[in-house]
Nanobody, 123 residues
Framework: QVQLVESGGGLVQAGGSLRLSCAAS????????MGWFRQAPGKERELVAG????????YYADSVKGRFTISRDNAKNTVYLQMNSLKPEDTAVYYC????????????????WGQGTQVTVSS
């Protein structure tokens, strides 16, 4: 069992930055990919960024390319999401998730989830 705890959310003005962190309760199993999802009110939960175990492969949704950067530090059991140039439409609850093997965009493939952290971007 892997427990994931997100932190770093908050209220920021449009154009600002936030960095989210996701700490795992134990060293993630070798080969686990990590993803950052978000869910806005009335919308489906969507993958915004994913990273492979090695960090060599990443995925970004078109809506965040060039603004968000995902990274991981396996020695610290932590995954990060650096969010720059934030827009009001980035407002959502952000969740980190873990799955074995490769990155997937479908949330049903992820085995473990954090509790979520709220990000609110004001205009």
């Amino acid at each position: 069992q892997v427990q994931l705890v997100e932190s770093g959310g908050g209220l920021v003005q449009a154009g600002g930055s936030l960095r989210l962190s996701c700490a795992a309760s134990r060293r993630a199993a070798i080969g686990y990919a990590m993803g950052w999802f978000r869910q806005a009110p009335g919308k489906e939960r969507e993958l915004v960024a994913g990273i492979s175990w090695s960090g060599g492969n990443t995925y970004y949704a078109d809506s965040v390319k060039g603004r968000f950067t995902i990274s991981r530090d396996n020695a610290k059991n932590t995954v990060y999401l650096q969010m720059n140039s934030l827009k009001p439409e980035d407002t959502a609850v952000y969740y980190c998730a873990a799955k074995s093997q490769s990155i997937e965009t479908v949330k049903g493939f992820y085995d473990y989830w954090g509790q979520g952290t709220q990000v609110t971007v004001s205009s």
